[in-house]
């Protein structure tokens, strides 16, 4: 992808139950696979567009072990350490401080490392042309809308609002309302009117992006600014001191609900997509891989 920087971060402790369901089941429904973690999974499908030297992995120190038995040598991505955490506010901007030192003109995608994808070639190629658009002429944070098939309360909702432009055969849209982990009665009105499920994949400018934080985060981005600093001075100390005065923020919350007028979303209507984060939606996920399994057989 040129220029271009992917930035992922890894998912949050409690992501280790599906991930264990994921390892304990998929080898029963699929057997073709190859069994790997969910971090594996994000990597593989990410490289598929972007090289891995582009890429960042932004972890917590609580997951040492897991990133242990993750690379056994030392990986080509670089992988940033947050010292505690701080919200997925955070768990965004301290890596895009870092890119935005190595290169102010990137353009970041990030991907949540509990995701399941059935056609990630098609997913990874939308996601080239997204960056492509937003590289050309966007100042807005472009999210990825999934087609929502019910009132789940867990997921972020968007409100497509005017067309903006196509990018292949899917729609790029305006973004009138989001909403975070709403309640049932607004998760059942956004599934009548229409809405998308938030995927939190999500493509950008790096300097957009840090603007939109410095502006509605005034009590998080100058310490991950000081943070990221500290990494080249091989500070831990100094850093964790930094990282611990941060207000802790989550990201869809005070970024995605506080400006859609900054928004734009993207549908990707041919692409069969969940996210991981509970075991019902692993669950779910092997149910439709032993189904595409049986069809196609």
């Known amino acids: 992808m040129g220029d271009r920087v992917s930035r992922r971060r890894r998912s949050s ?14 080898e029963t429904v699929c057997e073709d696979r190859r069994i790997e973690s969910l ?27 897991y990133m242990e038995q993750e690379f056994t040598e030392t990986p080509r991505q670089r992988v940033l350490v947050q010292p505690e ?36 070639s098609t997913f990874m190629s939308h996601v080239a042309n997204v960056a492509a658009y937003v590289q050309r002429e966007s100042g807005r944070l472009v999210l990825f809308g999934a087609t929502a098939n019910e009132s789940d309360t867990e997921y972020g909702w968007i409100e497509p609002g005017e067309h ?20 049932e009665g607004r998760a059942r009105a956004c599934l009548a009117s229409g809405c998308l499920w938030n995927t939190l994949v999500l493509v950008a400018r790096i300097s957009p992006l840090l603007d939109v934080g410095r502006r509605l985060l005034p009590r998080l981005m100058p310490w991950m600014a000081r943070a990221t600093r500290l990494l080249a001075t091989e500070r831990p100390l100094a850093i964790e001191q930094e990282y611990g005065r941060a207000a802790k923020a989550d990201f869809s919350r005070t970024i995605l609900e506080a400006c859609p007028a900054l928004l734009a979303v993207s549908t990707i209507q041919a692409i069969t997509w969940s996210d991981l ?21």
Not at 43 to 65: F, Q, S
């Open 13 to 26: 402790a409690p992501a280790r139950r599906p991930q264990a369901l994921w390892r304990r089941t998929l």
């Open 39 to 65: 971090l594996s999974h994000t990597l593989d499908r990410v490289a598929l567009k972007i090289p891995p030297e582009r890429t960042v992995i932004a972890t917590c120190r609580a997951h040492g072990k």
């Open 85 to 120: 955490d701080r919200g997925t506010a955070a768990g965004i901007f301290f890596p895009a401080h870092w890119i935005d030192s190595q290169d102010p003109e990137a353009v970041v995608a990030v991907f949540p490392s509990d995701h399941f994808i059935l056609q990630e």
């Open 164 to 183: 903006l432009g196509k990018l292949g055969a899917d729609s790029l849209l305006h973004v009138n309302r989001f909403w975070e982990k709403p309640s």
């Open 277 to 297: 984060g509970t075991p019902p939606k692993v669950r779910q996920a092997l149910q439709i891989m032993a189904s595409r399994k049986i069809d196609a057989a």
